[in-house]
């Protein structure tokens, strides 16, 4: 017999059929079976799926080190929406006192800056009287938008008393330089570094000749008035030098 071979052939036999496929049973005439039925499946790739994540002990270095970024991330992210919220009330104060200047006016004295602010402490006034209207009709049981009225009454006593102590920090519209970039702002909260800022106080927008009246003579100290006397009498006793 012929030892088989599929080359000969040109057959592509798989295991199962090419036994049944020839009728001669000795062993030269049986070909060996392809390389691609003898060889075993491939294992796949990667991890095995019933592997399961390491578990970390709860005191462990490891866990200590994860607590520790977890904090410093939440840190980060709270300093961030600080931030955040800090810029946007200061853009809103911008706004406001840039939709309330005058187009036609190209400077501004300190009067003119107080006047303003007084204006800009007063911008609750008509949502405070909605609600006392909604407050005062008959039949409604309880003070609606309390927290609303609490919150804006809170805030412009704060912002009141900083105006008459230490000054109320608004854009420096006295600088013709600095108003005219404040007047080309376009409510961009990133370029708000170049809106040059000033504090402005009560007393500033009271004329000179107001402020001369209302100054009280300081009285003179009393241990400088007994030190003077001391030193004349001082000047009495002593001899005169020859």
Known sequence: CKPFSF????LSLSEDNYLS???CNCACCIPAPPASCLSQ???PKGKSSGQEKKVIHPYSRKAAQLNREAHKQEKKEKLKNEKALRLNIIGEKL????SHLDPNKREYSKKDACELIESYLHRFNSELEQIELLNSIKGRQGRRHFSREAVIKQTVERERKLYEGCGMEIPDIVNVKHLRTFREWNGDLKKLPNIKMRKFCAN?????EVKKKHVVPQEEDL????????????????????
């Open 223 to 242: 241990g400088e008035i007994e030190s003077k006397e001391g030193s004349d009498d001082s000047d009495e006793d002593m001899p005169e030098v020859a």
């Open 21 to 23: 496929h020839y009728n």
């Open 95 to 98: 706004q406001w006192f840039q």
């Open 41 to 43: 499946p491939k294992a």
């Open 7 to 10: 080359q000969d052939h040109h």
């Open 204 to 208: 500033d927008g009271v004329s000179d």
